[in-house]
């Protein structure tokens, strides 16, 4: 069976400094991977996605991921964070059927000033 | 170009009874899915809508059902409320079979007492 996991609830950062959230995955042939955030009482806003090619896939607001296929591995990275950064941040893949979304549990960020 | 809608925002139904959540799928697209997100937790799968069919069904039980109409809209209609639904629902729209993201709402929030 497809499955996210985020091992970390949440990850605490200074401003200015790199972040990385971390996101492993386990699926039956080549992934389609996302990265999702989402604000108190709001919906999802798309990142970035690896579908196929390079590694590193870069996105929105600075985000970019890098795809590791024998980690299994699909983090979320971004050079220098943001306090506006602060949110919930899911990993997802694509399920065989192709039909929907798994998702991670989610992590939480904290950009401290 | 028209995102995802959704309504009503919030709502509270008491045990027993039934709800329909409404949302108007982004401009151009014609598959429709519904997530359930409960608290803490990552968004699960409910279903897909396509060609106003149910296309794919994640682990949720018949009283969970869905239309959508010739316009590309959607409903999720819930049956013999339970607590445990309590929880953010989330539309997504897409196009069909598509690799790509998808769009979310800012979602229903269910609360049932």
């Known amino acids: 069976a497809q499955s996210v996991a985020q091992p970390e609830d949440q990850v605490n950062v200074a401003e200015g400094n790199p972040l990385t959230v971390k996101c492993t995955y386990s699926v039956s042939g080549n992934p389609y991977l996302f990265w999702y955030v989402q604000y108190p009482n709001r919906g999802l806003q798309f990142l970035l996605k690896y579908i196929t090619g390079d590694n590193l896939v870069k996105g929105s607001y600075g985000f970019e991921a890098e795809f590791n296929k024998s980690q299994t591995s699909f983090h979320l990275k971004k050079p220098s964070a943001l306090v506006s950064d602060s949110a919930l941040y899911f990993c997802?893949?694509?399920?065989?059927?192709?039909?929907?979304?798994?998702f991670g549990k989610g992590t939480t960020l904290s950009v401290s000033s | 170009e028209t995102g995802v809608t959704q309504s009503p925002t919030h709502l509270i139904k008491t045990r027993g009874q039934q709800v329909t959540l409404r949302c108007s799928s982004q401009?151009?697209?014609?598959?429709v899915s519904w997530y359930q997100q409960a608290l803490g937790q990552g968004p699960q799968f409910i279903f897909q809508?396509?060609?106003?069919?149910?296309?794919g069904r994640g682990n949720f039980p018949p009283r969970f059902s869905g239309l959508q109409f010739p316009n590309y809209s959607s409903e999720l209609n819930v049956n013999a409320l339970e607590l445990d639904d309590s929880a953010l629902y989330l539309c997504?729209?897409?196009?069909?079979?598509?690799?790509?993201?998808?769009?979310f709402g800012e979602g229903s929030r269910l609360t049932v007492l």
């Open positions: 401009s151009g697209h014609n598959t």
């Open positions: 997504a729209s897409s196009f069909f079979l598509d690799t790509g993201e998808l769009f």
């Open positions: 809508y396509y060609r106003e069919e149910e296309n």
């Open positions: 997802a893949v694509r399920d065989q059927a192709g039909t929907a979304l798994i």
